[in-house]
């Protein structure tokens, strides 16, 4: 989608890194940005595939290597592939791995790189097989185009990650994610130097992974959509080539219907008859913890996942157990007075240490949601704080290893800013001990999917998975957020040389609700002047319901208008500067003569019919913004009365219609607010 002409992007970015760069001129477009960097005057002149010197290291390496070059070539059009493996030309690259690296990637692996570019050559060197491949995407985004051809501008970068545990959560339950989207989103990852990822795999809509002892569980409770165990052990390899640990979660004893439908002799209480499709199937009872029956199968489960998924950490879940199933059933309230358990919480916590048990016998360390949190658990066990940042800080000083999800759920359509300005060692965790801080190991972005199709996946994670990428890595002085969203939007646009999709998938859906009989230009000007509605207010009006078709322009639409941001810092300029104000009343007339044109076209067909209101709220802004821009040009004051009321139609326009809302009203409200009363 092409934006008008003479909004442009600010310096600030470049200005801000003059205060650890020697001034270059051109920013470099590094994301996550590096711990320690200095840019030197010069550049490499990139004109033949680099005669590359391998010493250490493993074949995980050796694949990087050959992705990097594929990558450069995809990159720069440059058929850099073909002539690999031919005798080398062009600048040496040295590449040192001191070690192989562990065998199973494991929390705390030294992650660190250095990498030093001279018009002589490129040195890169790293501890660990990790480091490397960090080291090749830092190269990869340093490559520039200049007038003589593609160039590394001389740097020298020591990098290492501020925390250990960089992740992202996929609910692969509420929504299915076949492998090959999975894998392009792990290439994403890889780029972003995120290292987990955590696969949410059973839940109340569906058990998504073959179990050879309890092939029922994907029989009853998969609709067939499931992971053979052959394709998690592929993107297990896939991911750990790219440096990326896979995480399984089972979630229980809450939000485990899969199982009861399986198993409904595990249930608390009357089984559900079936996976749950709809926010309004409400009978989601938790396993019974009271069951021995319950163990033995869990153990079952888990011995041969826990087989399956070579990483040390093992997700049980543990959210959301309505304590109502477990508090009106005799029969367990009866266990429960038997065996001195007053509560549904510590009878939550005798399940959970049963499960550690189960998970510790296999080798593993437990992790579960924050609800887990009890003083009895074992100090090796992990909390994933989704609540709040207090679950997190809470954790951190009872001695437990956390990382933080609160603040990151991308299916909530914050901004990007929003979650940069999220930091897991900020807010409440600012105050603890040292030691106390030692414990919070990271963060994790969480993909919820009961809105998100693999068609819309990747438009809800990329690009601000970016901006927490950076939060989690870089120091925690790098918070400009200028900076972060000018980076991030190059981020956006190299992602899809890996294949990512987000902004294919905006096009195609687009171009679906357009048909062929209306011009898409004008559904565009719709598109980028709205944003999909936050947190969970998208239930108000459409509930989840997995057979609904997620085919409408709040699907099709990125979370975070980058139009929005641009336009709204244009009106705050054009108050001061009145040779902005042409660019703003192009906007503003734009917007006033959509409707007019799009109206004839969203009654006929299903896909646009509800866009009919939020087009004409459009007009009304571009109006109100025309006249407002007349009354700043005049100068002259304007009645209080008269000024309230524009006020107040701005908060019409601004209401919800059709699961999204009009995020350019701030255009508007700054001139009307500026304006003079008598
Ligand atoms: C959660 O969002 N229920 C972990």
């Known amino acids: 989608m ?98 192989p690296g562990l065998k199973v990637q494991a929390l705390g692996e030294d992650e660190s790189y250095h990498l030093s570019v001279r018009q002589s050559g490129i040195k890169l060197t790293a501890p660990s097989p990790l480091g490397i491949m960090y080291g090749l995407q830092t190269l990869l985004q340093l490559v520039q185009a200049s007038p003589s051809g593609w160039v590394i501008p001389d740097v020298e970068i020591d990098d290492a990650p501020r925390l250990p545990w960089r992740g992202l959560m996929i609910d692969v339950c509420r929504h299915f994610v076949p492998l090959p989207v999975l894998e392009r989103n792990i290439d994403g990852m890889a780029a972003v130097k995120l290292n987990v990822l955590h696969l949410h795999l059973s839940d109340d809509q569906g ?75 409400t009978l989601r009872p938790p396993l019974d913890p009271t069951n021995p029956q319950t163990y033995k199968i869990i153990n079952q489960v888990f011995g041969e996942m826990e087989e399956l998924f070579p990483d040390a950490y093992f997700h049980i879940g543990g959210d959301e157990v309505d304590p109502k199933y477990w508090n009106h059933d005799p029969k367990i309230q009866a266990w429960m007075r038997a065996h001195n358990i007053s509560n549904a919480h510590d009878l939550q916590t005798y399940f959970t240490l049963r499960v550690q048990k189960i998970v510790a016998q296999h080798g593993k360390h437990m992790e579960g949601w924050d609800e887990i949190l009890d003083g009895k658990l074992p100090k090796d066990s992990l909390i994933q704080s989704w609540r709040g940042s207090d679950s997190l800080a809470n954790s951190a000083r009872l001695g437990y290893k956390t990382v933080l999800s609160a603040g990151y759920y991308l299916d909530l359509m914050h901004s990007a800013a929003d979650h940069y300005a999220v930091d897991p060692l900020g807010g409440p965790s600012a105050s603890l001990t040292p030691a106390e801080q030692a414990n919070i190991i990271g963060g994790e972005a969480c993909e919820w999917t009961e809105y998100a199709t693999p068609e819309i996946l990747d438009n809800r994670l990329w690009p601000r998975l970016g901006a927490i990428a950076e939060r989690l890595w870089s120091p925690a002085t790098v918070t400009d957020v200028d900076s972060m969203y000018s980076r991030l939007a190059v981020l956006n646009r190299n992602l899809q040389w890996l294949g990512l999709q987000q902004q294919i998938s905006t096009r195609t859906m687009l171009g679906r609700i357009a048909g062929d009989d209306m011009p898409i230009s004008l559904l565009v000007t719709l598109a980028q002047a709205v944003e999909p509605v936050k947190d969970y207010n998208r239930e108000t009006t459409q509930v989840y319901n997995a057979e609904q078709p997620l085919n409408r322009l709040v699907d099709a639409i990125p979370p975070e208008s980058s139009l929005a941001r641009e336009v709204n810092a244009l009106a705050k300029r054009a108050l001061l500067d009145p040779s902005a104000r042409p660019d703003l009343r192009e906007w503003f007339t734009r917007w006033s003569k959509n409707d007019a044109q799009i109206e004839p076209y969203l009654p006929n067909s299903i896909l646009r019919v509800r866009l009919i209101p939020l087009s004409q709220q459009l007009a009304a802004l571009g109006n109100l913004g025309l006249a407002a821009l007349d009354d700043i040009q005049t100068g002259h004051p304007i009645a209080p009365e008269k000024k309230q009321k524009e006020l107040d139609m701005l908060k019409s326009i601004a209401a919800p219609q059709a699961e999204m809302f009009i995020v350019v009203t701030p255009s508007v409200r700054c001139l009307i607010e500026a304006q003079p009363v008598p």
């Open 207 to 281: 058990f998504r992974i073959q179990s050879r002892k309890y092939p029922r569980l994907t029989e009853y409770a998969s609709d067939g959509l499931y992971y053979t165990q052959t394709q998690i052990r592929q993107l297990i390899a896939y991911a750990g080539d790219r440096g990326i640990r896979v995480v399984p979660e089972f979630d229980l004893p809450g939000h485990a219907v899969s199982w009861l439908v399986t198993y409904p002799q595990l249930s608390s209480g009357p089984a559900p008859a079936g996976l749950i499709r709809s926010e309004h199937d």
């Open 2 to 99: 092409s934006i008008l002409g003479g909004i442009k992007k600010l310096g600030i970015a470049a200005l801000l890194f003059c205060a650890v760069l020697p001034c270059s001129g051109q920013q470099l477009e590094l994301m996550p940005w590096p711990a320690h960097i200095v840019r030197q005057q010069g550049s490499l002149a990139l004109d033949g595939t680099p005669r590359i010197e391998l010493t250490g290291g493993d074949e995980r390496v050796h694949r990087a290597l050959k992705r990097f070059i594929l990558q450069l070539s995809v990159q720069t059009g440059v058929p850099f592939d073909r002539s690999f493996g031919k005798p080398p030309q062009g600048p040496l690259f040295v590449i040192q791995c001191s070690g």
